[in-house]
């Protein structure tokens, strides 16, 4: 059996990509001017683009067609990211997963009542109010991932710059810390699924783009949860590895 007509089309734009005959910036034919170059349908050409932009390849942009966007991957390096050293030097967890590259982050503090689950790792009554910290981070002006962040609000009440949309240097866990309550152990669960339709809204994520879903719950010395962490990533823009000993 042969390649379907529309791998050949995506693997036909990707090699002018490839080759520098496009390059990051352009604008690609439309979808009926590409129909037309290939001789094949609009819909095998739709199926051609979907492909590309879950490769970050190709990005759309509203009301003004498609363009070409090269993506590198985020490599999100565990444990490391989250050891003490790093951002208990007043150093971003993100910086560390981004190297330098641009990067914007757009936050909202509220209060929320606790779901079961949130509630059962925080040890509170579910639907009691805690804080909860809702990020959307964005990486060469694209969004990559959600977050949202669930803290009790005793917690808050000992560490008030939690409730600050910029905690300082270090992020809550650092003042979390400086307070005696600084996360000593982590446990994320990953979940690969397809993305709700508000998610694929918000992160403009091609038809068939799946996300992971990373809960991280932050633990003191003495055992408590003082975070749970929801994070919703676009499963194309990374690579996530894990280093440890045998």
Known sequence: MGEPAYRGVANAIRADIESRRLVEGDRLPTVR???????????????AVDILRA??????RHGRGLYVRTFGRILRSSPDRLS???WGEGKSIQDRDTDGRPRAVNVVVEEAPAVEDVAEALGVPVGAAVLTRARRFAVDDRIVQTATSYIPLDVVAAVPAVAYTGPGPGGIYARMAEAGLGPETFRESLVCRMPTSAEAEVMALPR?????AVTRRAYTGTGRCVEVNQMVLDSSAYELEYVFGA
């Open 55 to 60: 490769d970050g390849v190709i990005v759309a």
């Open 208 to 212: 068939g783009t799946p996300v992971i």
């Open 33 to 47: 001017e590409l129909a037309q170059r290939y001789g094949v349908p609009t819909g095998t050409v739709a199926k």
């Open 84 to 86: 003490r050293s790093w």
